[in-house]
């Protein structure tokens, strides 16, 4: 089963609005990391947040983690046309016993210009 | 420094037929990882491999489906008598390490259709 899963599946704003996006998950975690995926592209990494951190910044990206309710969200301020994608999150689970990241089905996002 | 290299982009199939998918990491990453992807859905992991050895195999089917990391040259995914259900992206991403919070660097995968 999914470890993580994100909410909602899917965000329609206008530019300029703020965008967020959460991502709940089950077992402990070491870290959580947010990925960016376009149309037909393959992801890209956003932002990684350790399970001893609370809040982290980049840019207009900012993620919380509040291990205690086992979620995290991601907001995007100001947003724009170009935000427009698939938005993940990946926890860490050890399907295997490796430490292999493991997605959620992705909240994806339209910004209308 | 090229990222991760996938190619064919796109494979159609008959059932019955073998697709090979293949992924050359990042200069330097040792570390591969598959992932499929349906459609308005997440990844999901198949399998994990270093030069010459299969680490985590945990997600990838029993039967048809097999992946290698020879040496030299990419990674090659290989599935045998494609069904219509293996139509999806396969993903493919590379690492320079293992372990905790490593960040996995992606191609742009490969989609399959199986008719």
């Known amino acids: 089963s999914q470890q993580g899963e994100e909410d909602p599946q899917a965000l329609s704003i206008q530019e300029g609005e703020n965008a967020t996006m959460n991502c709940s998950y089950k077992?402990?975690?070491?870290?959580l990391q947010w990925y960016r995926q376009n149309s037909g592209r393959g992801l890209v990494h956003l932002i990684l947040i350790r399970s001893n951190e609370r809040e982290k910044h980049s840019g207009r990206l900012r993620v919380t983690l509040d291990t205690s309710k086992k979620s995290s969200s991601l907001l995007i301020t100001a947003s724009r046309a170009a935000d427009t994608a698939s938005y993940f999150c990946?926890?860490?689970?050890?399907?295997?016993?490796?430490?292999?990241?493991?997605f959620g089905r992705g909240t994806s996002l339209i910004v209308h210009p | 420094n090229a990222g991760v290299m996938q190619n064919p982009r796109h494979l159609v199939r008959r059932r019955g037929q073998e697709a090979r998918l293949r992924c050359s990491p990042m200069?330097?990453?040792?570390?591969v990882y598959w992932y499929r992807q349906l459609p308005e859905e997440g990844l999901k992991f198949m399998v994990y491999l270093q030069k010459e050895n299969i680490i985590d195999e945990s997600g990838m089917p029993k039967e048809r489906f097999s992946a290698e990391f020879p040496k030299e040259g990419p990674s090659i995914l290989r599935i045998q008598q494609v069904v219509r259900g293996d139509s999806a992206a396969y993903f493919c991403?590379?690492?320079?390490?293992?372990?905790?919070?490593?960040?996995?660097?992606f191609g742009p995968g490969t989609r399959l259709l199986v008719l």
């Open positions: 200069k330097g990453h040792s570390h």
């Open positions: 077992t402990s975690i070491n870290n």
């Open positions: 991403a590379s690492s320079p390490r293992a372990g905790v919070g490593e960040t996995q660097y």
């Open positions: 990946a926890t860490d689970a050890r399907p295997g016993g490796s430490y292999i990241p493991t």
